[in-house]
């Protein structure tokens, strides 16, 4: 079955430690890939988008993710993390023109 | 810029009683979606609709019906809640277009089934 598997449930990281949170994916064909993020009591917002090209993206907030698409990945990494990246970040995942999958989530605590 | 509305924000339901969420976007979107968000299980998806008029199921579609008689509007009924339909649903909006979909999500409804 087509999935989205995200490794790190929560993540607890000190200020301007680097991020990096693993998302896989299991469809076969063509994908779009996104990075959404819930700050606390919010909706979900896009921080980044992959469709095709370079297969690193950079969003918004410093925020990037690494296409691989020998290992059907696309992690996000931040180089230095700060106390409001407090949040949960979920990755997803559609293949063209079908619905978005979600994985479960990873939350990330900042801690000052 | 209102974007995707979503109404009520907060509705406690005792089990047995019917209800619908309502969704509205403004943005000419054909794609509208529903999600339930539970805590460890991420966004599964309950009903879609590529365009009015059309609709599916998703992941977890029991308990739920859905209708698109317009492009701005898709409600979200609930014909007999259950606890276990206590969640966090979200609306989505996205214009497909060559397969470039990004959604774009309404605040959510918290719902609590008693």
């Known amino acids: 079955a087509q999935s989205v598997s995200q490794h790190n449930h929560h993540v607890i990281l000190s200020e301007a430690a680097s991020l990096e949170l693993g998302c896989n994916y299991s469809?076969?064909?063509?994908?779009?890939l996104f990075w959404y993020v819930q700050y606390p009591g919010q909706h979900l917002q896009l921080l980044l988008k992959y469709f095709s090209g370079d297969p690193l993206v950079k969003g918004i907030k410093g925020f990037e993710a690494e296409f691989i698409k020998s290992k059907f990945s696309f992690n996000l990494r931040k180089p230095s993390v700060q106390w409001s990246d407090t949040a949960e970040y979920f990755c997803a995942v559609n293949e063209i023109d079908n619905d978005m999958r979600f994985g479960a989530g990873t939350r990330l605590t900042v801690k000052p | 810029n209102a974007g995707v509305t979503q109404t009520p924000k907060f509705q406690v339901l005792k089990t047995g009683q019917s209800m619908t969420l309502q969704c509205a976007q403004d943005m000419n979107h054909e794609y509208m979606s529903w999600y339930r968000q539970d805590p460890g299980m991420g966004l599964r998806l309950i009903h879609y609709s590529v365009g009015a008029g059309i609709t599916d199921q998703g992941e977890v579609p029991n308990g739920y019906n859905v209708s698109r008689s317009t492009t701005e509007d898709f409600p979200l009924r609930l014909l007999s809640a259950a606890p276990s339909q206590t969640s966090v649903y979200f609306c989505?909006?996205?214009?497909?277009?060559?397969?470039?979909?990004?959604?774009?999500f309404g605040q959510g409804t918290r719902l609590t089934v008693v």
């Open positions: 469809y076969g064909g063509t994908v779009n």
């Open positions: 989505a909006s996205s214009s497909p277009g060559q397969g470039r979909t990004e959604a774009f």
